[in-house]
């Protein structure tokens, strides 16, 4: 595709965001509902996870990821080579599909299946909308979008968790029955369904771009991997290792020890809309400042989330951990706009699905990797297994981090930033 040269002000650019923006949306917020409930939907019980519990629900929940990592480069490929909103609607009709037929059974080995598709069908969505946004963004407002775009993706995210884990709460206080779960699957389709309905209607009459022909698929796959851009995208990879262990199993571990859900649904849906507002922000200080400063700052706030968590462990949930592990959730917030802006001025346009891809692979990987090694270091060594996790991500966070920075060709694209007005 040739190189996009966006007009900010022009009314395709706008209905185009606006389009990708709302997509994300419901998708997200269609996995966070399934998200929460899965665990007890699948044991068809809220609480009391015995480890071989924790082992058949981690892996029914890994087979989402492992669909996605293992696709989601084909699906950035086929973006690149047909389009990216032909991409974007199968995929979200798929999920839709895939999500409703996880109401009709509780056989791990259906939902397993189930879940696998479900996870191709997302890394497709991703892909594709992550590369519209790269495509009608200019250089110097691309924080500001990927911000937006960050902000509707975590946001969708922590607002359907919240919602799902408010519906374990009523069942759990006898307010709905435990064979309510099902139809939480069916209102996830329903969300799919209009966020299929609103993206179509806004783009039905937009000119689609026409991709380059006669690129390769050797030619695509080696612009998106180099050296600057995985040192961008491999930080999400650890974590998304710690946000995939946390979102499967915070609701069963939440009524073991008898703490209200619709508390956590609460601060979750807080949290949601702080990213709203945040996200947009965080990506204009991008703009202004520089991807790299907002990524360095995003590492530090990570690392100190880390840190307080581990004392918290250890002490409890003191005032005096809970108030500076907040405080350093705030930076930490500041490094996907910057990193997202950063892997779109690394992009190529002939590329820029399959670049965008990597970042899903990352992610899904991550999540994969991070029920993985969680379940295991917690089962096998106890709240030390919590410390050795949050500990492998800090230094895997540096690490990364201090390679990014001496690399000559990453540091050289990342200080051309323009400013924005």
């Known amino acids: 595709m040739a ?17 990708v923006f709302g997509a994300t949306f419901f998708v997200r ?31 029914v929940a890994a ?33 839709a599909l895939l999500v409703g037929l996880v109401a009709l059974t509780r056989s791990v080995y259906a939902l397993g299946a189930l879940n696998f598709l479900f996870g191709i069908a997302s890394g497709a969505i991703l892909a594709s909308s992550l590369a519209v ?27 359907g968790f919240a919602f799902g884990i408010a519906v374990l709460g009523f069942v759990q206080d006898g307010h709905l029955p435990i064979g309510f779960l099902p139809w939480v699957f069916v209102l996830g389709t329903a969300t799919l369904l209009a966020g299929l ?37 491999l930080p999400w990879l650890v974590v998304y290792m710690l946000i995939g262990y946390i979102l499967v199993f915070v609701g069963t571990a939440s009524a073991s020890v008898g703490f209200p859900d619709i508390y956590i649904a609460a601060g979750i849906g ?10 947009p922000q965080f990506g204009r200080l991008a703009d202004r400042y520089g991807r790299t400063r907002l990524m360095n700052l995003g590492v530090a706030g990570f690392c100190g989330v880390m840190l307080f968590a581990s004392l918290a462990i250890a002490y409890g949930p003191l005032l005096e951990l809970l ?45 994969w990797l991070g029920l993985l090694v969680g379940t295991q270091l917690v089962a096998r060594l106890g709240n030390d297994g919590y410390y050795l996790f949050f500990g492998l991500i800090a230094g895997a966070l540096v690490v990364l981090t201090v390679l990014r920075e001496a690399s000559a060709e990453t540091t050289a694209a990342l200080a051309t930033t323009t400013p924005a007005r």
């Open 3 to 19: 190189e996009a040269l966006p007009d900010p002000t022009g009314e395709i650019h706008r209905r185009s965001l606006v389009a």
């Open 29 to 59: 917020f269609a996995f966070g509902i399934t998200l929460a409930v899965f665990a007890s939907y699948i044991l068809g019980r809220l609480s009391g996870l015995s480890s071989s519990d924790e082992g058949t629900v981690g892996l």
């Open 63 to 95: 087979m989402a990821p492992i669909g996605e990592f293992s696709t989601v480069l084909a699906s950035g490929v086929v973006t690149d080579r047909v389009g990216r909103f032909p991409v974007l609607f199968a995929g979200m009709a798929s999920a």
């Open 133 to 159: 946004v790269a495509d009608r963004s200019t250089r110097d407002e691309r924080g500001l979008e990927m911000g937006r775009f960050d902000a509707m993706n975590l946001a969708g995210w922590l607002g």
């Open 197 to 233: 309905g609103f993206t179509w209607y806004l783009v039905r009459a937009i000119p689609r771009p026409t991709p380059v022909r006669g690129a390769g698929i050797g030619e695509i796959l080696r612009g998106a991997f180099r050296g600057s851009v995985l040192l961008v995208t």
């Open 270 to 279: 807080a949290g949601g809309a702080a990213l709203v507002l945040t996200q």
């Open 323 to 367: 108030v500076p592990l907040g405080l350093c959730v705030l930076p930490a917030l500041g490094y996907g706009p910057a990193a997202l802006a950063a892997l779109t001025d690394l992009s190529r346009a002939l590329s820029r699905g399959t670049t965008m891809a990597i970042y899903s692979f990352t992610i899904s990987l991550g999540m």
